[in-house]
């Protein structure tokens, strides 16, 4: 049974809150400020728990304008000993009813598109099988980024960077634990902007470009964030041509203006992290591959990662594997990380499928007798993988996959 955490979060919140207006009262910004932190990432977590998007979306909101109010409570912290007056508090009020969304107009409807790609990351480095080059590339970039740099010594950071590869490989996944990995290095909760550009474009045409600058101007004001362009060569493949729309020339100008970091020249107290995903880099404009200063090739997993896929997906999620590990990692050469997950996915369905066929009947005499039953399951063989393995064929050929590595080449 699982357990309903919404009313802890409320409570706790509302806690964090009590404190955070108690310590603002009498004066103090720096507790305020803390208080005000802890009660947007318990708003957050609430928000996992919302019956309703539009309550979702207010919590979400309610999250990011408590956080703000934090960071302008210490922007004024050192101005108290002058006699500066604090600002009033946001209300806690969060949950706004669908009349009073639809009367705050378009720009809430910007918000409210914004808040829907607001994700807090459960994935870690643990998650992601094998690319260990490839985490710890990403972790050094992460650290010299926010690392203290020796006093009149400028250090060239990376904050844009482009993950390239064939489909299934780990991009996104890469990126979600980029993003928790802020929250662990940094003072702050990392948001993470799953952004699909296609989606965007399709779902908000004609206002794409403003949500890419509200999506942009929330990551600033929420620092330390990673914003994940997926699809990006959606966006580019054609720069100027007349296959490219109006809208595309848009939303691409935006992004390029944010990516060139026109409205953070000058303030080292912002980090946002763009990653860009694309299966198709050599589609992708020259112009445009040169804001990223990092280009990052996600691909095949190689033997040892795709033993390190295999072990997650399957002994760490508590099955027993009745047969030699190296015989499944010679089955699945070709094979992308998603592909492999759905092999083992196909693997234990089918064997838990076999073993419970009377759970139907289970379920004709009542919600006590299913509850009670025991699922059954057995260890999984070879000639499992092998009948999963033929319905499951690589989608990424050895040619398109030294396509990666030819790319890769060209750019050096």
């Not at 004066?27 to 609430?46: N, T």
């Not at 003072?187 to 509200?214: C, H, P, R, W």
Request: proline share 4%; with cysteine; charged share 25%.
């Amino acid at each position: 049974m699982s357990l309903d955490l919404g009313p802890k979060l409320k409570s706790a919140c509302d806690d964090s809150l009590h404190k955070a207006k108690m310590a603002w009262k009498a004066g103090d910004s720096e507790q305020a400020a803390q208080h005000f932190d802890a009660a947007a990432k318990l708003m957050l977590k609430w928000a996992e728990h919302a019956t309703s998007r539009s309550q979702e979306y207010a919590r979400k909101r309610k999250a990011i304008e408590y956080r703000e109010f934090a960071g302008r409570l210490r922007e004024l912290h050192n101005e108290q000993a002058a006699g500066a007056k604090l600002p009033a508090p946001p209300s806690s009020d969060e949950d706004v009813d669908a009349k009073q969304t639809e009367s705050v107009g378009n720009k809430s409807e910007l918000s409210n598109a914004v808040n829907s790609l607001i994700h807090v990351s459960p994935v870690t480095w643990d998650d992601i099988g094998g690319l260990e080059q490839t985490k710890r590339d990403i972790k050094y970039t992460l650290g010299l980024s926010l690392a203290t740099p020796p006093k009149g010594v400028k250090i060239a950071t990376f904050r844009n960077i482009m993950f390239y590869g064939p489909p299934g490989t780990g991009k996104t996944l890469i990126a979600a634990a980029t993003s928790n990995a802020l929250k662990v290095t940094s003072d702050g909760q990392a948001l993470f902007f799953n952004v699909k550009v296609s989606g965007v474009m399709s779902k908000y045409f004609g206002e794409s470009s403003k949500i890419i600058s509200e999506i942009y101007g929330t990551a600033r004001d929420n620092s330390p964030s990673v914003v994940f362009l997926d699809e990006f060569e959606s966006l580019t493949a054609s720069r100027g041509s007349d296959e490219q729309s109006g809208a595309e020339r848009r939303i691409l100008s935006t992004i390029l203006s944010e990516l060139d970091g026109l409205t953070e020249k000058g303030r080292t107290d912002i980090f946002v992290l763009t990653i860009a995903a694309t299966n198709r880099p050599w589609e992708i404009d020259n112009a445009v591959l040169s804001r990223f200063e990092k280009q990052i090739l996600i691909p095949l997993p190689d033997p040892i990662t795709r033993e390190a896929i295999l072990r997650i997906q399957t002994e760490k999620r508590g099955f027993v594997v009745d047969c030699d590990m190296a015989e499944l990692v010679k089955l699945t050469d070709g094979y992308s990380g998603r592909e492999i997950e759905r092999i083992v996915k196909q693997v234990t369905s089918t064997m838990i499928s076999e073993l419970n066929a009377d759970l139907p009947d289970i379920i004709d005499k009542g919600l006590a007798q299913a509850k009670n039953y025991q699922v059954k399951v057995r260890s999984l063989t070879l000639r499992d993988f092998q009948v999963a393995a033929e319905g499951i064929r690589p989608v990424t050929s050895p040619e398109e996959a030294a396509r990666y590595l030819d790319w890769r080449q060209d750019q050096d």
